[in-house]
């Protein structure tokens, strides 16, 4: 039904010699963090005046519809997107995990131009809970052997450490777990000794936490 609607509807544009493909251009595939906002807005919006505009979700849920200055809000999005008729920018407020998907901008020109735009959106959870985990004991250089661990909860996309604010690299002595989680050096020396810092990442959020190791001479 719809795929024949869509059908019909190309046909007809086709007949009369208009242009139908990806009009409004957006900057890049946007992300978000749960419970934060996010604005879809093209590059381009046309300066002429719009009969309909219309943002849906993967070509079927309505989001919003403007006919005529007269603006409709699907009642499950009420009280959470905002848009900007000049900018024709959506602005969707208080994100779920389930707003990540497609989202599509058509506009009737009044004209009878139809212009559309395609993007993305990848709503991620936020990190949160950061901790480091060091080892208690005391560490003698060229004795002892130091595991550091992380934790964290969210959506984790990246793990990355700094020792007193350098990348810390692999080497012989020090290794990094296959998910980075974790590092283990041994045998410790005592240029090991240092601050600590993890940095838990998604493209929506980071959060770092740091952890300080003294490493003891054989005295
Ligand atoms: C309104 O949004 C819900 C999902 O949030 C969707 O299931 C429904 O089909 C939408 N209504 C319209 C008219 O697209
Ligand atoms: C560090 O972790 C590795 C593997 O997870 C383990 O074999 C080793 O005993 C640990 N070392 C310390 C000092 O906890
Ligand atoms: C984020 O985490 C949730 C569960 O906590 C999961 O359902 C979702 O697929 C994850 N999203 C990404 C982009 O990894
Ligand atoms: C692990 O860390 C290295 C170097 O900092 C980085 O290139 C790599 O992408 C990280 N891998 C993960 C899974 O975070």
Known sequence: MVSYRLYCTLWILLCFGQYFGQDLQFPEPANGAVGESVVL???NPPSTSFLVTQWTLIDSTLIIRVVSGVTTVNSSYEGRVRFDINTLALELQNLRLGDSGIYRLSVT???GEILTGETSLQVFEKISNVRVIGPEEL???GDSSANITSVGTGNITSVEWMKDNSPLSPSNRIIFSPDNRS???????????????????NPASSETAKHSLIINCEC
């Not at 590092?183 to 090991?192: K, L, T, Y």
């Open 41 to 43: 807005a093209p590059d």
């Open 109 to 111: 020109t009044s004209a």
């Open 139 to 141: 560490l003698i250089e």
């Open 183 to 201: 590092v283990s050096i041994s045998p410790v020396q005592r240029s090991d000794s240092g601050e600590y810092q993890c940095t838990y990442r």
